[in-house]
T-cell receptor, first 112, second 113 residues
Framework: AQSVSQHNHHVILSEAASLELGCNYS??????LFWYVQYPGQHLQLLLK??????LVKGIKGFEAEFIKSKFSFNLRKPSVQWSDTAEYFC??????????FGAGTRLTVKP | ETGVTQSPTHLIKTRGQQVTLRCSSQ?????VSWYQQALGQGPQFIFQ???????GRGNFPPRFSGLQFPNYSSELNVNALELDDSALYLC????????????FGSGTRLTVV
């Protein structure tokens, strides 16, 4: 079945640690890829997106993601996390410009 | 530019009742998508409306229905509410095009008792 998989349900890091959240998808063909963030009590916000070109995408707040087509992956990274990065992170895929499909999310807790 | 607004923010209904949730899309967006987000899960696609027509549907029963109006605002209707319908319902607006992202509203928290 077509799906979006996020490997980690809950990640706990200390401030200044590096972050990598995994995302794999199983859709074929052309896909647009996204990472969204949901801070506690707030709505989903777009962190970054990829649709073509340089597979290393830079987003807001120091986040970046790398699209590896051969691995069907779009992992999210940040070199040094802050307490304010505590949130839920969702990977999403938009296959063939149709509706957006989300992964189950990864909860990130950053300890001060 | 205005964002996506949803109403109401919270709602409590009894099993078997019907509910209507509303969404105003972001200025310039003509597509509205609805998602159900259960606690601890990712948003699940319900359906999408483009120019007042349904433009795709997820794995939800027919008691979930929708409308889109000429001003691109939208409604989600759920009949015969079940306890499992308790969730955060998200509306997102967008415009067709390669690599576009969705703008999400803050959601309506529906509790069915």
């Amino acid at each position: 079945a077509q799906s979006v998989s996020q490997h980690n349900h809950h990640v706990i890091l200390s401030e200044a640690a590096s972050l990598e959240l995994g995302c794999n998808y199983s859709y074929g063909g052309t896909v647009n890829l996204f990472w969204y963030v949901q801070y506690p009590g707030q709505h989903l916000q777009l962190l970054l997106k990829y649709f073509s070109g340089d597979p290393l995408v830079k987003g807001i707040k120091g986040f970046e993601a790398e699209f590896i087509k051969s691995k069907f992956s779009f992992n999210l990274r940040k070199p040094s996390v802050q307490w304010s990065d505590t949130a839920e992170y969702f990977c999403a895929v938009n296959p063939d410009n149709n509706d957006m499909r989300f992964g189950a999310g990864t909860r990130l807790t950053v300890k001060p | 530019e205005t964002g996506v607004t949803q109403s109401p923010t919270h709602l409590i209904k009894t099993r078997g009742q019907q509910v209507t949730l509303r969404c105003s899309s972001q200025s310039g967006h003509n597509t509205v998508s609805w998602y159900q987000q259960a606690l601890g899960q990712g948003p699940q696609f319900i359906f999408q409306y483009y120019r007042e027509e349904e433009n795709g549907r997820g794995n939800f029963p027919p008691r979930f229905s929708g409308l889109q109006f000429p001003n691109y605002s939208s409604e989600l209707n759920v009949n015969a509410l079940e306890l499992d319908d308790s969730a955060l319902y998200l509306c997102a607006s967008s415009s067709p095009g390669v690599g576009y992202g969705y703008t999400f509203g803050s959601g309506t928290r529906l509790t069915v008792v």
